[in-house]
């Protein structure tokens, strides 16, 4: 897995858009950005997954660039609910199966 | 459908003791994980099942500590022998088969037991 370095913390209120950056300068020819959310007392759930540009889903916005030294999480219109760690990874999707999460982001949502 | 169930959510148990903490997947996934997770720590892998086989154990982090899959879906992890440092969340993931193509990030996880080794 490729070192990712994020930050520890956001501050943000309902109906603002929030934006995770993660830097992952070492990343390898066959690695896939993944995020994933934790809420509290609850299992990793996984958001969204890309490898170049940009991915939307239903949950969440990636924003990767081309020399994929980083990416961009993008969370529109926050609600309190979206109140949670999120846990940005690095790998070769097809064969490291091994999830490894450092201290992610704390994202806090206040009204 | 149904997600990832655990039990119990909750373990107390004394030093010493041994453990049962079980996990069943989603409908259909033949993959399994085991992970641990410690408070202010990250993700731990522990072991990987494809069906009732464990290609990959060494996430283990000592002989107390075991796992085995019966019938390609519920699994149990067994932890003897208790000490204070397992004290920690299981978590208990699973997927479609790695060679079918399904990437290997994308793991659904359970809610968790919660062990606490008094």
């Known amino acids: 897995l490729a070192k990712t370095t994020q930050p520890i913390s956001m501050d943000s209120y309902e109906g603002q858009e929030v934006n995770i950056t993660c830097s992952h300068n070492n990343i390898a020819t066959n690695d896939y950005i993944t995020w994933y959310q934790q809420f509290p007392s609850q299992g990793p759930r996984f958001i969204i997954q890309g490898y170049k540009t940009k991915v939307t889903n239903e949950v969440a916005s990636l924003f990767i660039p081309a020399d994929r030294k980083s990416s961009t999480l993008s969370l529109p219109r926050v609600s309190l609910s979206d109140t949670a760690v999120y846990y940005c990874?690095?790998?070769?999707?097809?064969?490291?199966?091994?999830?490894?999460f450092g201290a992610g982001t704390t994202v806090t949502v206040r009204a | 459908g149904a997600g990832v169930s655990q039990s119990p959510s909750n373990k107390v148990t004394e030093k010493g003791k041994d453990v049962e903490l079980r996990c069943d997947p989603i409908s259909g996934h033949t993959a399994l994980y085991w992970y641990r997770q410690s408070l202010g720590q990250g993700l731990e892998f522990l072991i990987y099942f494809q069906g009732n086989s464990a290609p990959d154990k060494s996430g283990l982090p000592s002989d107390r500590f075991s796992a085995e899959r019966t019938g390609g879906s519920v699994s149990t992890l067994t932890i003897q022998r208790t000490q204070q440092e397992d004290s920690a969340v299981y978590l208990c993931?699973?997927?479609?088969?790695?060679?079918?193509?399904?990437?290997?990030?994308?793991?659904?996880f359970g809610p968790g037991t919660r062990l606490t080794v008094t």
């Open positions: 993931a699973s997927s479609l088969a790695l060679n079918r193509g399904q990437r290997a990030y994308e793991q659904y």
């Open positions: 990874l690095v790998g070769d999707v097809r064969n490291d199966y091994k999830l490894s």
